[in-house]
């Protein structure tokens, strides 16, 4: 049973075999890099912002908080979403139809993810128990137990399932055949990974604030970040420039670090201003998600008590700091725009244009926070779930560049 009191980010939060490994290492090495109830019930929700709803479509099959939702990358046609019921589905994005469920899991569903080419899709459970299904078949192909599950991650060029866990290990598969390696960090929980566009190394983030990259072939550390180096508090995110030139590293410590990662070294420290001592102690804050700009030199922050702060990093200063009501969640940029998607606990998903720091538009519809969202290929639709039992899809009308 989770224990939703805590504040969303704890569930999130709480969410290799010895091998010669020739046969991974060489599906790593043989990639073309140049191919292309819910918690509180209403604890944090405004009165009344149920009152309109602005969605397309409702999924409404999950009985408990959804906590988490991928889009296939492929056709952006299917959404898996996965929750607090143990339950994990499989279903279209256009009307909400269900496609198949992910049946087995004892435990809240927290991960979920297809594929680089959607052939498969991952549903991880806080318990440990790992599934990954064959799509067009609507089949479980294999499945895995490791220790309480952190997070899950494809690689994004090749059939490679990367996880993290609570004892210290980030573990990597190779789907179906289930070789796998582990690369095995400080004694203490794997709180976020990420895999570098170069499809060879993935920067690794820790609950004493370590932050590692690893080498996936190799199997070694190439560079590890720790002391004052690293973070003074647990990893809660990371992120790569798209070149993979670029590494952000978010924790609880309220600092984002950006990170060479040829060299290892901070490049530069941002920091959440700080507040009165009364309001610092009445108010948690972290930073929950970041990401750098595909278009523009510019990099955002989300943190716990609703601020979004836009960083020239040019400059390596703040652009533009854009208030929420309350705490945000997650943020995304557009692929091919300096338009920056958060949502958050109020209820809302929101664009702002990262270039003036204005608000474009805001979409809401759930009656609780919003807990995860996905944004399809070209930006037009918006895949929310929801401490209300509820996904949703937006259709977003997209503002005059």
Known sequence: VVDLSLGWWVILKLSFLSLPADDLADEIEDVDLEE?????????????????????????????????????????????????????????????????????????????????????????????????WRVDAKEEIWSFEVGDLEWTEWHPQSPVLLAGTADGNCWMWKIPSGECKTFQGPNCPVTCGCVLPDGRRAVVGYEDGTVRIWDLKQGNSLHVLKGNEGHQGPLTCVASQKDGSLILTGSVDCHAKLINSATGKV??????????????????????????????????????????????????????????????????????????????????????????????????????????????????LVVTTSGDHQAKVFCVQQPDR
């Open 36 to 132: 292309d109830a819910a918690w509180g019930e209403d604890e944090g929700v405004e009165e009344g912002m149920e009152a309109h709803d602005d969605s397309e479509v409702t999924f409404s099959k999950h009985t408990a908080s959804v906590f988490c939702v991928s889009l296939d990358p492929k056709t952006n046609t299917l959404a898996v979403t996965g929750g607090e019921d143990d339950k994990a589905f499989v279903w279209r994005v256009k009307d909400g139809e269900l496609l198949f469920e992910c049946t087995g899991h004892k435990d809240s569903v927290t991960c979920v993810g297809f594929s680089y080419d959607s052939t498969f899709v991952v549903t991880g459970d806080m318990g440990g128990f790992i599934k990954v």
């Open 267 to 380: 490049v530069s420290v941002f920091k959440a201003e700080s507040k009165p001592a009364a309001e610092e102690e009445a108010e948690f804050n972290s930073v929950e998600s970041l990401g750098f700009c595909n278009v523009m030199p510019l990099a955002a922050i989300g943190y716990l008590d609703g601020t979004l702060a836009i960083y020239d990093l040019a400059t390596q200063t703040l652009r533009h700091k854009c208030q929420h009501e309350s705490g945000i969640v997650q943020l995304l940029w557009e692929e091919s725009s300096p338009v920056v998607y958060t949502c958050s606990l109020d209820g809302a998903v929101r664009l702002w244009d990262a270039r003036s720091g204005k608000l474009i538009s805001e979409y809401r519809g759930h009656s609780a926070e919003i807990l995860d969202f996905a944004l399809n290929k070209d930006a037009s």
